[in-house]
């Protein structure tokens, strides 16, 4: 069993920066890889990022790449999204993620363990 507590969202203007956390307990956090998932109202839950257990590849949405980071800290048991030049559409629930399952990193169905969310809402 894995608990996943995402942070660090709110209100930012167009243009602005958010950094997220995604803080896991439970199993040994280091042996997961972690992606983070975005859901605006009426749309299906997107990929936004993943980085393997020991960081060593990470992996982005097109609409992503250049914008956003993905990192993780095993020894705090977090994963972050570092998310700049954040755009009105960016404006979603932002949800991290345990993937348990092989398949594309990309997929919600490689992911076994979800956390809560953080609403992250961009201003034009």
């Known amino acids: 069993q894995v608990q996943l507590v995402e942070s660090g969202g709110g209100l930012v203007q167009a243009g602005g920066s958010l950094r997220l956390s995604c803080a896991a307990s439970?199993?040994?956090?280091?042996?997961?890889?972690i992606g983070w998932f975005r859901q605006a109202p009426g749309k299906e839950r997107e990929f936004v990022a993943a980085?393997?257990?020991?960081?060593?590849?990470?992996y982005y949405a097109d609409s992503m790449k250049g914008r956003f980071t993905i990192s993780r800290d095993n020894a705090k048991n977090t994963v972050y999204l570092q998310m700049n030049s954040l755009k009105p559409e960016d404006t979603a629930v932002y949800y991290c993620a345990v993937r348990q399952y092989s398949g594309s990193f990309s997929s919600t169905t490689s992911y076994g363990y979800w956390g809560q969310g953080t609403q992250v809402t961009v201003s034009s």
């Open positions: 980085i393997t257990t020991n960081g060593g590849s990470t």
């Open positions: 439970g199993r040994t956090f280091s042996w997961y890889d």
